[in-house]
């Protein structure tokens, strides 16, 4: 027995072992089968183009995943030096703050000493 699938019809079903796998069974009488192959081989070949560009664009999109996360990670990263830089800052000023009000608060008295001088 050469082929245990072909009988004298044509093509018929054969067991099926997973349910993954496709029964096909082409009649003789309503086609060719040549006609029927090549109407299987450009279908295959429409799925095959699909499925090269479904990966590339799943590549694509890859990428730019990889680059969105990179980006991400640089601006967490710029925000922590900020908020040290803007913390330090903070503690500085605080210190300029109170040299801001001494100063103001020594020339307010220095000028209401020299109007009071002035006056008399």
Known sequence: MANPY???EGLSARPVGTSDEIQLRIDPLHGDLD???TGLHSQVRRLKAVAQEIETE???????ITDLQMTLSQAGAG???GMRRLNRTVQQSSNHIVHVIIFGLILFTL???WS?????
């Not at 799943?58 to 730019?64: V, W, Y």
């Not at 009071?116 to 008399?120: A, D, G, N, Q, T």
């Open 6 to 8: 072909r009988s004298k």
């Open 35 to 37: 006609e029927e192959i």
């Open 58 to 64: 799943t590549k694509l999109q890859n990428d730019l």
């Open 79 to 81: 925000l922590k030096n």
């Open 111 to 113: 000028v209401y000493f």
């Open 116 to 120: 009071k001088i002035v006056r008399k």
